[in-house]
């Protein structure tokens, strides 16, 4: 029995387009976890796991979002990397990608009118569309940079985005105040856009969560605070 499952297993890695087990059992984990989170079966009664924190701390329902994050970054090692290595041109590579961002930003789109297609109420940073928004570049840094690079870029990128985050005054605001969801430059940007584009009617009484599943400005999910550091 144990012969005949290695078997099948090394049958899975030897196609023409090889997998990966390890990528494609977390991926399917992901995707169970993301779904239990999306529809607990009552918003009424859920249990406090099946929720986002509300702002400080963790629960496993944070882990969802930054788990695609991991297997984004793999698969674009685990795929771009053998073709760099046969140096195929990286023009149809670049193309491909620029594609490939685009069906995964629309699917988002399309998954969030389905099945009303109100284009008054739509959400611009789903997860389909902030992962579009982080491969993009990162593919594209894969292609055309080195790894020490890479590493350096990340780096400055997250120190950057600390000392923004907790160090930078906000205007009309002060210093900021990391426990207070309110006093921070995600918060100011979100509602600066928010206010912009007029569709987060809630934020200028001071309401900052709308959605219990979320519990984030359902249209455009805290990019600000999201998109930088994901991509490092």
């Known amino acids: 029995m144990k012969v005949n499952i ?12 090889q997998r990966y087990l390890a990528v494609d059992v977390m991926r399917g984990l992901t995707l169970i ?15 406090p796991p099946l929720l986002h924190a509300e702002w400080n701390g963790l629960t496993p329902t ?20 053998p073709k760099l290595e046969k140096e195929i041109p990286k023009n149809g590579l670049v193309s491909k990608i620029f594609i490939r961002s685009f069906k995964i930003f629309a699917l988002g789109i399309f ?10 109420d739509i959400r611009w940073a ?3 569309q902030r992962i579009a928004l982080v491969f993009l570049p990162c593919a594209l840094l894969f292609l055309n940079t080195n790894k020490k690079f890479q590493q350096r870029l990340a780096a400055l990128i997250l120190v950057f985005y600390w000392i923004l ?11 900021p105040d990391l ?8 918060h100011y940007l979100d509602s600066f856009f928010a206010t912009w584009k007029n569709v987060a009617k809630n934020l200028g009484s001071g ?6 599943a979320s519990n984030r400005n359902r249209h455009f999910g805290s990019v600000s605070r999201s998109y930088h550091p994901a991509s490092a």
């Open 6 to 17: 290695f078997l099948k297993l090394k049958t899975m890695m030897n196609t023409d387009k």
């Open 33 to 47: 976890a993301m779904i239990i989170v999306n529809d607990p079966g009552s918003w009424d009664h859920v249990f």
């Open 62 to 81: 944070d882990y969802v979002y930054p788990f695609f994050l991991f297997i984004v970054g793999v698969s674009i090692a685990l795929a771009y990397q």
């Open 111 to 120: 998954l969030w009118l389905f099945p009303s297609f109100d284009f008054t």
């Open 126 to 128: 789903g997860v389909l």
């Open 165 to 175: 985050m907790a160090y930078i005054p906000i205007p009309g605001i002060g210093f």
């Open 179 to 186: 426990s207070v969801p309110e006093k921070n430059w995600a």
């Open 207 to 212: 309401r900052y969560f709308e959605h219990p």
